[in-house]
């Protein structure tokens, strides 16, 4: 029974010779079908011949490919890690090699690749052609920094939060002892008193703890794209912030070169424009006889902006590589802040797709927050 199965299954070589596929052929058809990127390189760096794969991956034609060597379209920081293991194989100290380098896509974009080489040579042992194999891992390297750097965030994000909240909670706990004698000697006025430094001091760990939650927020939260019409977002997030104080002492002017809506994520992007307004309100020189907050959208080329600009206090240029990273305060003095603020914006405007920029005026002091989203991450309408 068992032979008669092994019978079933062999290979009859009458079909073998049917097929009529010599090695070379067999090569080339694997080449040419392979889900990864291969190709034959000559010992001067020149293509020879190349799959479909590696055409998909790098964004030239197979023609275009075999005009050009590899070290053309490799980054130049990753060159000497490449030519150096080259020299290895060619000199038999190794039969193989792996390196993650990164590539230019013809549209100039970089994409990383895993790169696979070994080298085959003729009967005298001469070299004749390099066989590499490219996996593009351009997004696994894209998903491994975000999470290291998510981990480096996360550390820094504990540390932080572990000194904010227990430094005033063990001052409380010795003003609210002081509080409990002041009331037994009968001392009210500094009972009193020192109650009220601890009320200031639950309000700033509320504050802290709420800007924690948002923070959360705004990473968790899925939302989807809906038309957002910008200068409505605008005029409501004036009205919801002129309660703040100094409010009515700004002159603010509007400006939309683009009227009309954007296709976004709504709490996000209302996140961003609440954050730039607020920041100009709360942090305005005070010694200027006039203060004033221009906000104002235009487009360029294909790209949304979003800019507020004000002759406020503005941020120092020793700062400035700061000023999105959390737990930073700039002028704790004008006003108390969970250093939260412009980090969380930072995170909308990545999830958002778009980039975030600060610029002082040419003349005097104050900023300009822009916020881009390109056509990619919107739609116009």
Same mark, same amino acid.
């Given at each position: ?136 891992? *351009? =997004?696994?390297?894209? =998903?491994?920094?975000? $999470? ?49 430094? *601890? ?8 504050? $802290? ?10 990473? $968790? ?32 002017? *509007? ?57 406020? $206090? ?62 990619? =991450?919107?739609?116009?309408?």
């Amino acid at each position: 029974m068992v032979k008669k199965v092994i019978s079933k299954l062999s290979w009859n070589p009458s079909s073998i010779s049917k097929v009529n596929l010599d090695r070379k052929n067999m090569f080339r058809l694997a080449m040419e079908h392979s889900g990864i990127g291969m190709a034959l390189i000559g010992p001067d760096g020149n293509w020879l011949k190349v799959n479909q794969a590696i055409c998909d991956i790098v964004g030239y034609t197979a023609s275009e490919l075999v005009n050009l060597d590899f070290q053309t379209i490799t980054h130049p920081d990753d060159l000497q890690d490449d030519l150096a293991l080259l020299k290895q194989l060619l000199a038999g100290e190794i039969q193989t090699y792996n390196l993650d380098k990164r590539y230019f896509h013809k549209n100039g974009q970089l994409i990383w690749a895993k790169l696979t080489v070994s080298l085959v040579r003729d009967d005298d042992q001469q070299p004749l052609y390099f066989i590499s194999q490219i996996q593009d891992i *351009t =997004a696994q390297k894209k =998903a491994s920094d975000e $999470l290291s750097l998510a981990n480096e965030e996360m550390e820094a994000f504990s540390y932080r939060l572990t000194h904010d909240l227990c430094s005033p909670l063990s001052s409380m706990e010795y003003v609210m002892e002081m509080a409990a004698k002041y009331i037994e000697d009968g001392d009210l006025p500094n009972a009193l008193k020192t109650l009220r430094v *601890t009320q200031a001091g639950i309000t700033k760990l509320s504050e $802290l703890v709420e800007g924690v939650l948002d923070v959360s927020k705004i990473k $968790l939260q899925e939302e989807q794209n809906l038309p957002v019409d910008v200068p409505v977002v605008v005029y409501k997030a004036l009205e919801a912030l002129s309660y703040m104080q100094n409010f009515s002492r700004l002159d603010i002017e *509007t400006r939309f070169d683009y009227i009309g809506s954007i296709n976004t994520k709504p709490q996000k992007f209302i996140q961003i424009i609440d954050n730039f307004i607020s920041n100009a309100i709360k942090y305005q020189d005070t010694s200027k006889p006039n203060s004033f907050v221009r906000i104002s959208t235009y487009r360029t080329d294909d790209d949304f902006v979003l800019e507020v600009r004000d002759n406020g $206090l503005g941020v120092d240029e020793i700062y400035r590589g700061k000023l999105f990273t959390m737990f930073e305060r700039f002028h704790p003095e004008a006003s108390f802040g969970t250093g939260l603020g412009l980090y969380m914006v930072k995170k909308s405007a990545d999830i958002l797709g778009g980039t975030l920029t600060y610029s002082a005026p040419a003349v005097g002091k104050g900023s300009i927050f822009r916020l881009t989203l390109p056509e990619s =991450a919107v739609r116009f309408s």
